[in-house]
């Protein structure tokens, strides 16, 4: 994985709530994962949207072991992303602070009875979206994470845009849409995001989800951090 500007990602994260990183899977690797797709003895369970209210489509979780370049992106992300998030807990007066190890902070999950993993690879076809909704999992929650899109906008698919929202306090909601190109990919907020305000920072609630499918197959790649109880 190339070296990323850690600096300017913190700086995105702050001032938008998202970060773009271009290119940070190469079209070879997008289409190798996306083609897992179809290789049930690689995952641990399959949710269909529309049964449970989540939207249209459907994903499925990896079993570990993990694919190789799953499992390098959520150990090499951890580490600087961490650091982020410990300044964000402090900025919202927020007690919990991330070890610098994705392995410690693995142990601390499982511990509390939190073992199965969480990255997850989602399909959309025409008509299919995801509804606004935050992946907490249980108790130990990591802020930040990750999606990768693995298909090619205009080639593979139309529409199907990624959605964020914003809630501030008292305030009407605000809605963010991500561009992604194949490849790319954008960090935001699980759950919740610090705010700077007239009276220092506040708390603000964030949802994500995918916009309707216009047209044809659209596969993501996501990374959470934290596993699910």
């Known amino acids: 994985m190339r070296a990323l500007d850690w600096r300017q990602i913190e700086d995105a994260l702050n001032a938008h709530g998202y970060a773009v990183v271009p290119g940070l899977l190469d079209a070879d690797a997008c289409a190798a994962l ?35 370049v799953v499992a390098d992106l959520r150990t090499r992300l951890y580490s600087p992303l961490a650091a982020i998030a410990n300044r964000w807990h402090a900025s919202m007066g927020l007690e919990t602070r991330f070890p610098p190890s994705h392995a410690d902070f693995l142990a601390r999950c499982h511990a509390a009875g939190q073992t199965r993993p969480t990255p997850l690879l989602l399909r959309y076809r025409a008509g299919d979206y995801n509804c606004l909704h935050q992946d907490l999992y249980g108790e130990h929650v990591f802020p930040l994470q990750l ?10 698919f139309t529409g199907g845009e990624f ?20 490849g790319d990919a954008v960090l935001f907020p699980v759950a919740q995001r610090p705010v700077n305000g007239m009276r220092g920072s ?28």
Do not use: C
């Open 34 to 68: 996306a083609a897992q797709y179809d290789e049930a003895s690689r995952f641990r369970s399959k949710v269909v949207m529309q049964r449970h209210g989540f939207g249209q489509g459907e994903y499925q979780y990896w079993a570990y072991p993990l694919p190789d």
């Open 147 to 156: 999606a990768v899109l693995l298909s090619r906008p205009q080639d593979d």
């Open 163 to 182: 959605v964020l929202t914003e809630q501030r306090p008292r305030m009407q909601s605000r809605a963010e849409v991500v561009p992604l190109a194949q």
């Open 202 to 229: 506040y708390r603000v609630n964030m949802r994500h989800g995918v916009s309707r499918l216009r047209s044809g197959l659209r596969h993501t790649l996501g990374i959470i951090f934290h596993d699910a109880s």
